[in-house]
């Protein structure tokens, strides 16, 4: 459901900016996925260990990005709040080092490596606001 909400958040962020770019995938860890699907006879599908997703807006001044590590199960998936329910994705914020890191992949190549690093470096504390 937390990640679900998330999609919620990107279509409104991309309401309140205009425009979001949206980078997703697996995180395997160790090389291998700790856990397989699939019955008997099927194809098995690796479970990955973790999803990441990062989010990108430009500014006038460059872009910013909001770069999260979900694991499969984390304590901060389900938060009641009343008949509502809430979710705080501020503890899956890294930064897209991180991300490249358990991932093996390489984003933002075509940005100047200082903007580079800058950007890549960073680890957001808060989500950014959407009005209401």
């Known amino acids: 459901m937390i990640w679900l909400n998330l999609e919620y ?15 997703c995938g697996p995180v395997v860890f ?4 700790s856990s397989w699907i699939g ?9 990955p260990d973790a999803l990441f997703k990062i989010v990108v807006r430009e500014t006038s001044s460059g872009f910013q990005v909001l770069p999260f590590i979900y694991p499969q199960k984390g304590e901060h998936y389900k938060r009641s709040s ?8 501020t503890p899956y914020l890294t930064s897209v080092d991180v991300i ?3 991932t093996g992949l390489d984003f933002f190549t075509s940005l100047e490596d200082e903007n580079e ?3 890549e470096s960073r680890i957001p504390i808060e989500l950014w606001d959407v009005s209401e």
């Open 82 to 89: 009343g008949e509502d329910w809430e979710y705080d994705h």
């Open 9 to 23: 958040l990107c279509a409104d962020w991309a309401e309140e900016y205009g425009a979001v770019w949206v980078i």
């Open 100 to 102: 490249e890191a358990v």
């Open 39 to 47: 019955d008997e006879g099927e194809f098995p599908v690796a479970v």
């Open 30 to 33: 160790g090389g291998k996925p």
């Open 117 to 119: 690093a800058k950007l």
